[in-house]
């Protein structure tokens, strides 16, 4: 579909695995600093992508995109477009579509065991941005991965914040009726607290401090906000084309030859 919309694009899926199988359990088991560190390692070896990019990112795959921008200095990003991405984070493990959903199943089994578990936080993808509002300082000690992406640790990186802040375009979408991320507000790096009140992007130390850029990128009118309706990933092909041709299209850039790139992070 993309290509339909944009003629000539060169576009690149990412994948963790290599089958659709093995891809798949990636996005439940395993480690997503180490995944992060790989996929970067092997798109500095793609000619096609060495120049300005674009990034467009499904439910976790988001969250992935944007830590890759972050840590992979090589890529040159202009604009991210992600959809139901959990950039706040999540207060629950989502629910499974189907009972017969094995790795699903499996990654939930694991995880209620003990999310900050040393075995569990290493190895379970969800885990890995699962936030506890009643547990902070247990997620800022044991979580591997959104603490530091997030900058939530207290210092802010500068690497991180430059590379967020240099972007063309961040592009946030969230789903009017979010069955899979909790809380729904975290696809636009919102939160809720420990009484479980929404707390907006505007209302959180990451966006007062600036500690990644956002502040910046909102004022400068950079970041967008968008809703879809309907459930997690429930997305026509009107709308996605809508989305593309609007952010994505060389018409709205100054360089005709931009680049797409895709990944495979639906998690369902």
Known sequence: MVQEELPGVYVHSIKLGS??????????????????????????DIKELQGDINMMGFSQGGLFLRALIQR?????????????????????????????????????QLASRGVYSWYVRDHVVQAQYFKDPERIDQYLKYNIFLPDINSDLGETNEDYRNRISA??????????????????????????????????????????????????????????????????M????????????????????????????LVQGKYQ
């Open 19 to 44: 089958s659709v199988s093995s891809d798949r359990n990636a996005g439940f088991l395993g480690n997503l600093n180490t995944q992060i560190d790989k996929v970067c390692e092997d798109l500095s």
């Open 72 to 108: 992979c200095p090589s890529l040159k990003t202009n604009t991210l477009v992600t959809f139901g991405s959990p950039h706040g984070g999540i207060s629950r493990i989502p629910e499974c579509n189907s009972d017969g959903d094995f790795m699903c199943n499996w990654m939930r």
């Open 167 to 232: 972007l063309e375009k961040m592009v946030l979408v969230r789903f009017s009726n979010d069955n899979l991320i909790s809380p729904a507000s975290s696809s636009w790096f919102g939160f809720v607290d420990a009484d479980g009140n929404d707390v907006p992007l505007h209302n959180t130390t990451l966006y007062s401090e600036d500690r990644l850029g956002l502040r910046e990128l909102d004022a400068s009118q950079r970041l967008d906000f968008v809703t879809l309706d309907g459930k997690h």
């Open 234 to 261: 429930n997305i026509g092909e009107t709308a996605l084309r809508s989305i593309v041709s609007k952010y994505l299209s060389p018409e709205q850039k100054a360089d005709s030859r931009q680049k797409v790139m």
